[in-house]
């Protein structure tokens, strides 16, 4: 079993900040790609960003330069930095983990529940 469990979301002010945290539990070898996903109301699931166990990153191109993803391996952790945040980034943020299970395995993903972020004045 894999468990993703997201935090720092919240309600924000156009122009500020927020940092996501998303640590994964549970029984796995390791973890392959960790990434960010978005859902804003009447639009579908998007990419925010996602990095590998490498470290290489990837970012949808409209974020890019606003948004910075990061990961701690030895915490099981992803972050999402979010700067300069627009009322368009309102949405619930989904943690997503590629999760290598056993040696059998090459990888599974796995979703947290989702975190609202809210960006109004």
């Known amino acids: 079993q894999v468990q993703l469990v997201e935090s720092g979301g919240g309600l924000v002010q156009p122009g500020g900040s927020l940092r996501l945290s998303c640590a994964a539990s549970?029984?796995?070898?390791?973890?392959?790609?960790m990434g960010w996903y978005r859902q804003a109301p009447g639009k579908d699931r998007e990419l925010v960003a996602n990095?590998?166990?490498?470290?290489?990153?990837n970012y949808a191109d409209s974020l890019k330069g606003r948004f910075t993803i990061s990961r701690d391996n030895a915490k099981n952790t992803v972050y999402l930095q979010m700067n300069s945040l627009k009322p368009e980034d309102t949405a619930v943020y989904y943690c997503?983990?590629?999760?290598?299970?056993?040696?059998?395995?090459?990888?599974?993903?796995?979703w947290g529940q989702g975190t609202q972020v809210t960006v109004s004045s």
């Open positions: 997503n983990a590629n999760v290598r299970l056993n040696g059998w395995n090459s990888g599974s993903d796995y």
């Open positions: 549970g029984s796995f070898l390791s973890i392959n790609a």
């Open positions: 990095i590998t166990s490498r470290g290489m990153t």
